[in-house]
C-alpha cells in the first residue's frame, strides 16, 4: 500500500518534531492487514513546498507485507521530480528464476 497520506509524524519523518496519537490507527489498519511501513534507502522528503514559509515534508508513505524482509526499503527519486511537489518513489521486488514443469 502506497501513496500520499498527507499526515506528517516524527515517526516518518525526522524533521518534525511531533508524534501524533491519531496516526496509531493508521498502523493499527495497516497491521490488521498484515503490512508494515517501509523504511527509504535514504531519508529524503516526499513533498516539495512551493514557499519558503512551509517547510518539505515526507508526505508519501509505503507498507509492505510483513513476511517481505527482502524488500523492506523503497527508494525516493528526487532527480525524477522534475516540475512536480512530490518525488516518485519506487521499491525493487526481485523476481527469481523458478522452473514449473507443466504438461499438455
Excluded: C
Excluded at 517501509?38 to 512551509?54: A, H, L, Y
Aim: aromatic share 14%; hydrophobic share 40%; proline share 6%.
Amino acid at each position: 500500500m502506497t501513496g500520499d497520506f498527507n499526515i506528517r509524524d516524527s515517526l516518518w519523518d525526522s524533521n518534525f518534531p511531533f508524534h501524533f496519537v491519531y496516526n496509531d490507527m493508521l498502523f493499527n489498519i495497516a497491521n490488521s492487514f498484515s503490512i508494515a511501513l517501509s523504511k527509504p534507502t535514504e531519508n529524503f522528503p516526499t513533498r516539495f513546498s512551493d514557499n519558503d514559509q512551509n517547510s518539505n515534508s515526507v508526505l508519501d508513505l509505503v507498507f509492505i507485507r510483513l513476511s517481505s524482509a527482502e524488500f523492506n526499503h523503497h527508494h525516493i527519486h528526487l532527480d525524477w521530480r522534475l516540475i512536480f511537489d512530490h518525488a516518485p518513489i519506487t521499491i525493487d521486488i526481485p523476481i527469481r528464476d523458478e522452473y514449473i514443469p507443466t504438461k499438455q
